[in-house]
Every structure is written in structure tokens, then in C-alpha cells.
């Protein structure tokens, strides 16, 4: 029904930037939510970021101040942008919309990204 695709992960430096996208396709309506979630080696999934459909955002304690979350509609596209990277930011990557009405929550594939000292 939906399919997320992911795109930007990589190896990047500490101090980098990187730009992670997430394009939609298929039946896309009545969203509620959307995101980004991480999940590191040995630990938890937690989110990073959430963007509801009215526009507002939270994030993670970690990366507040660093991460931007945003979506441009027109392209049916959400994005990351992970500023100052940290070597703890190295993790893999999920975009994430839950929706309105009674259906599973969409999940993309995941894409790592890497921070090197």
C-alpha cells in the first residue's frame, strides 16, 4: 500500500552534516504523524524526530539543536537534516508515518549512517 524509500546515509566525518530523505509512495493519506527514528548497535530504537501533520515538531534531547525535521509535501518527501554529527549519532536510520485511520504503521528500509571521529 506504502512504500517509504530512504536515501543519504553514509559515512560522514564528526562536526559533518548529512541530509537524509524519506519519498512516499503508494496510498498516501491521513497522516498523523511522521519521523525519523535510529537504532545503534545493542540498543533500543528511539526516536529522533516527529513532525505531526498540523506542523509540530519534537525531538530527541541528543539531537535538539542539531537535527531538523521537515516534509515537502508537493514531493511527498520528509527529511533529516543532522547537523554537527557526533560519533554517537552513528546509527541506522528509519523513517516512520503513522496514520489517522486503522492501519500499521509505515516503516522505511533503514539506511546507516556512520560518524567517524
Known amino acids: 500500500q506504502v512504500q517509504l524509500v530512504e536515501s543519504g546515509g553514509g559515512l560522514v566525518q564528526a562536526g559533518g552534516s548529512l541530509r537524509l530523505s524519506c519519498a512516499a509512495s503508494g496510498s498516501i493519506f491521513s497522516i498523523n504523524t511522521m519521523g525519523w527514528y535510529r537504532q545503534a548497535p545493542g540498543k533500543q530504537r528511539e526516536m529522533v524526530a516527529i513532525l505531526s501533520a498540523g506542523g509540530t515538531t519534537n525531538y530527541a534531547d541528543s539531537v535538539k539543536g542539531r537535527f531538523t525535521i521537515s516534509r515537502d509535501n508537493a514531493k511527498n518527501t520528509m527529511f533529516l537534516q543532522m547537523n554537527s554529527l557526533k560519533p554517537e549519532d552513528t546509527a541506522v536510520y528509519y523513517c516512520?508515518?503513522?496514520?489517522?485511520?486503522?492501519?500499521?504503521?509505515?516503516w522505511g528500509q533503514g539506511t546507516q549512517v556512520t560518524v567517524s571521529s
Open positions: 516512520y508515518v503513522h496514520w489517522s485511520i486503522w492501519r500499521d504503521d509505515s
